[in-house]
């Protein structure tokens, strides 16, 4: 068996975790009506049940009529959706296991017709596209207090359902990332601007978040550099740009920093060799979970997009990286979601039994 610190306990607020392993979230689209079912809770059971300390749910949409472009996401709304999503804590819980939802619009990606509500508007920070076009007006101070509400609500729901924390989605270009991205935030309210008040919005977000769901309960904060529509995209260019930055998040009440990247060995800025999750604990002074190709030796995009298997990669240099903390935490995706025992078999030096991964058999894989 593994002494590695991968399997060391962890503890935030009322959080406490037997190990470092968290499975990151993986949008699957089997959730017919936006309500997740007994196969969903099945699905994040296994993986409980073999020694993930803790689970984040695929994104799970805010109730806004233009949140979601599919539907079969499931939703954080609604009496069906919360009670099926219920059902998922209860089984995740008898598996041993603790879990978050990931809350999520996913804003101004939204193509106009799609989702469970066809005939809304997309939501957006100023109604400009990725590509600088003014597609849709503006949105009021009261549309955005409306979407700020909206996740709010979602986190006390989260909090009443007996989540054992709660992740936000700010990053990958969708809506929160957008009102980060200069690209796509023109407004010239409190709500745009410089870096800094550009993170206004996922500050209340995460204040209002805060006062829905309680003290007690961490909140998990999943930001990205990179966006879908540009993946060499960087909102801070310096160390001292992302202080600052995650500072306004920081006093808004977020716990832990999820930092995405698509190969977490990369590091995010000249001079040294701390990736993106490293540096966002040394500036801001919070735990942080890496991510980013964990246990394979391609990023997803090669895989999900083209359609390309991944092989294994060693494990050697996260270990050494966790040993020295430069994170707190490791999400794991692909390889979790092929494989429900990986964390059982990396536990029990069971390495030769790990799997490559394919995405040809995504869409059987529970």
Same mark, same amino acid.
């Given at each position: 068996?593994?002494?590695?610190?991968?399997?060391?306990?962890?503890?935030?607020?009322?959080?406490?975790?037997?190990?470092?392993?968290?499975?990151?979230?993986?949008?699957?689209?089997?959730?017919?009506?936006?309500?997740?079912?007994?196969?969903?809770?099945?699905?994040?059971?296994?993986?409980?049940?073999?020694?993930?300390?803790?689970?984040?749910?695929?994104?799970?949409?805010?109730?806004?009529?233009?949140?979601?472009?599919?539907?079969?996401?499931?939703?954080?709304?609604?009496?069906?959706?919360?009670?099926?999503?219920?059902?998922?804590?209860?089984?995740?819980?008898?598996?041993?296991?603790?879990?978050?939802?990931?809350?999520?619009?996913?804003?101004?990606?939204?193509?106009?017709?799609?989702?469970?509500?066809?005939?809304?508007?997309?939501?957006?920070?100023?109604?400009?596209?990725?590509?600088?076009?003014?597609?849709?007006?503006?949105?009021?101070?009261?549309?955005?207090?409306?979407?700020?509400?909206?996740?709010?609500?979602?986190?006390?729901?989260?909090?009443?359902?007996?989540?054992?924390?709660?992740?936000?989605?700010?990053?990958?270009?969708?809506?929160?990332?957008?009102?980060?991205?200069?690209?796509?935030?023109?407004?010239?309210?409190?709500?745009?601007?410089?870096?800094?008040?550009?993170?206004?919005?996922?500050? $209340?977000?995460?204040? !209002?978040?805060?006062?829905? #769901? @309680?003290? =007690? %309960?961490?909140?998990?904060?999943?930001?990205?550099? &990179?966006?879908?529509?540009?993946?060499?995209?960087?909102?801070?260019?310096?160390?001292?740009?992302? $202080?600052?930055?995650? !500072?306004?998040?920081?006093? #808004? @009440?977020? =716990? %832990?920093?999820?930092?995405?990247?698509?190969?977490? &060995?990369?590091?995010?800025?000249?001079?040294?060799?701390?990736?993106?999750?490293?540096?966002?604990?040394?500036?801001?002074?919070?735990?942080?979970?890496?991510? @980013?190709?964990?246990?394979?030796?391609?990023?997803?995009?090669?895989?999900?997009?083209?359609?390309?298997?991944?092989?294994?990669?060693?494990?050697?240099?996260?270990?050494?990286?966790?040993?020295?903390?430069?994170?707190?935490?490791?999400?794991?995706?692909?390889?979790?979601?092929?494989?429900?025992?990986?964390?059982?078999?990396?536990?029990?030096?069971?390495?030769?039994?790990?799997?490559?991964?394919?995405?040809?058999?995504?869409?059987?894989?529970?």
């Amino acid at each position: 068996m593994t002494s590695s610190p991968l399997f060391s306990s962890f503890k935030i607020k009322n959080l406490e975790l037997d190990n470092r392993i968290v499975m990151a979230p993986m949008t699957r689209a089997f959730s017919p009506g936006g309500i997740p079912g007994e196969n969903v809770a099945d699905y994040y059971a296994r993986r409980a049940g073999a020694d993930v300390g803790l689970i984040v749910t695929e994104g799970t949409t805010i109730d806004r009529p233009g949140a979601s472009d599919n539907p079969d996401y499931p939703n954080f709304h609604t009496e069906k959706a919360l009670n099926g999503w219920k059902n998922v804590v209860e089984k995740v819980h008898a598996s041993g296991g603790k879990i978050a939802p990931q809350l999520w619009h996913v804003g101004f990606t939204r193509k106009p017709g799609t989702g469970p509500h066809p005939e809304a508007q997309s939501d957006s920070p100023s109604g400009v596209t990725h590509t600088g076009k003014q597609f849709l007006p503006e949105p009021t101070q009261e549309d955005v207090a409306d979407m700020i509400d909206a996740y709010a609500k979602a986190g006390g729901e989260a909090a009443r359902l007996g989540f054992d924390c709660i992740e936000i989605h700010g990053a990958h270009g969708y809506l929160i990332d957008q009102f980060f991205w200069d690209v796509m935030n023109k407004r010239e309210d409190k709500y745009g601007g410089g870096l800094t008040e550009r993170a206004s919005f996922a500050a $209340e977000i995460v204040k !209002s978040m805060r006062k829905a #769901a @309680g003290n =007690d %309960i961490p909140i998990i904060f999943r930001m990205s550099q &990179w966006k879908q529509q540009q993946y060499d995209a960087k909102l801070a260019q310096t160390p001292a740009e992302l $202080e600052a930055f995650l !500072s306004i998040l920081v006093d #808004a @009440g977020v =716990d %832990i920093f999820h930092c995405s990247t698509r190969r977490f &060995w990369e590091p995010e800025f000249d001079g040294s060799d701390l990736n993106f999750a490293g540096w966002a604990k040394k500036v801001s002074g919070v735990p942080t979970i890496t991510v @980013g190709s964990v246990g394979l030796n391609t990023d997803f995009v090669t895989t999900l997009v083209k359609q390309a298997d991944a092989g294994k990669r060693s494990l050697d240099d996260l270990y050494e990286r966790l040993a020295r903390e430069e994170f707190d935490l490791v999400a794991v995706g692909r390889a979790l979601l092929q494989d429900p025992f990986w964390a059982q078999k990396v536990k029990n030096g069971r390495m030769d039994e790990l799997e490559d991964y394919s995405p040809k058999a995504r869409e059987t894989l529970f």
